[in-house]
């Protein structure tokens, strides 16, 4: 069974830049987390999908953070615009269920210089 | 305000020796805990959980232990082995493992 994907696993901009985050989750899961985990710190969850509608997203910066998953598979976590304490690892997970063992991609490592 | 915390940011243990990762908490609706493992370039993989029902839970080499009136937790690896070489996350969940607030992690070193 394949695992949660993220893609690009690297990612170097400029602050004020934007840049996009993608996430496929394990095939039939229905929850989808995305999580910033910044260096020497512990993952903090940003937005919780169910399908696709979001269950939670209290700890996400609206004005700067956006995430979507259209059609309740894949999603994005976008940034506009970056700033410096943007600099962090983004983490995909994927859960059968709200309530379910949840499932982490390897990550996007961010800098914003 | 840190709800969970691990206050070890390293451990390092001889091969075959027992490792034992700490983890206290502060918020009392806390009902379901979890330890996750986490290699360089990797995400976290879960490794154990127990709910606030129970105060123990083993699975082969690996045993967690939780004392709700302390609001602590521990993970215990016995024995140790140079594969268990990783960073550890404790993390709580209110919602039977939903919404999970992570600990900032412990790093194990298990030398040969």
């Known amino acids: 069974e394949a695992g949660v994907a993220q893609s690009p696993r690297y990612k170097i901009i400029e602050k004020r830049q934007s840049v996009a985050f993608w996430c496929n989750p394990i095939?039939?899961?229905?929850?989808l987390y995305w999580y910033q985990q910044i260096l020497g710190q512990g993952p903090k969850l940003l937005i919780q999908?169910?399908?696709?509608?979001?269950?939670?997203d209290s700890q996400l910066p609206k004005d700067r953070f956006s995430a979507e998953r259209l059609k309740g598979v894949d999603s994005t976590l976008k940034i506009q615009p970056a700033k410096l304490e943007d600099s962090a690892v983004y983490l995909c997970?994927?859960?059968?269920?709200?309530?379910?063992?949840?499932?982490f991609g390897p990550g996007t490592r961010l800098l914003v210089l | 305000d840190q709800q969970v915390k691990q206050n070890s940011p390293s451990l390092s243990v001889q091969e075959g020796r027992i490792s034992i990762l700490n983890c206290d908490y502060t918020?009392?609706?806390?009902?379901?805990f979890l330890w996750y493992k986490k290699y360089p370039a990797e995400g976290p993989t879960f490794l154990i959980s127990?709910?606030?029902?129970?105060d123990k839970n083993e699975d082969g080499r690996f045993t967690v232990f939780l004392n709700k009136s302390a609001k602590h937790l521990s993970l215990h690896i016995v024995p140790s082995q140079p594969g268990d070489s990783a960073v550890y996350f404790c993390?709580?969940?209110?919602?039977?493992?939903?919404?999970?607030?992570f600990g900032g992690g412990t790093r194990l070193m298990v030398k040969p």
């Open positions: 997970a994927s859960s059968a269920g709200h309530q379910e063992t949840q499932y």
């Open positions: 095939s039939g899961h229905a929850t």
């Open positions: 999908f169910q399908n696709n509608g979001v269950v939670d």
């Open positions: 918020n009392s609706m806390f009902d379901y």
């Open positions: 127990i709910s606030s029902i129970k």
């Open positions: 993390a709580a969940s209110n919602n039977a493992g939903n919404m999970l607030t």
